[in-house]
């Protein structure tokens, strides 16, 4: 199946790899779906900083081998 055969594209929709700023607000999923998100901004912070810090400890102890993007 080529992708490309059944859906339309347009570059106009990307948007940048790296943006300023991401804002959120669950607010409106959870009056019409009632969902709520299972982890928390200061729970997701703390997740990224830790696998930042254990990546980081990985490279400097020869485990990982560091990819540049």
């Not at 490309?4 to 779906?33: C, N």
């Not at 997740?47 to 102890?61: E, F, N, P, R, W």
């Amino acid at each position: 199946l080529e992708w490309e055969q059944h859906v339309a594209y347009d570059q106009r929709y990307e948007r940048p790899s790296e943006v300023d700023a991401l804002v959120g607000d669950y607010t409106k999923a959870k009056t019409i779906l009632g969902w709520e998100p299972k982890v928390l901004t200061p729970d997701l912070v703390k997740i990224m900083v830790d696998a930042d810090i254990k990546q980081l400890d990985d490279q400097l102890s020869g485990r990982a081998v560091r990819v540049d993007s």
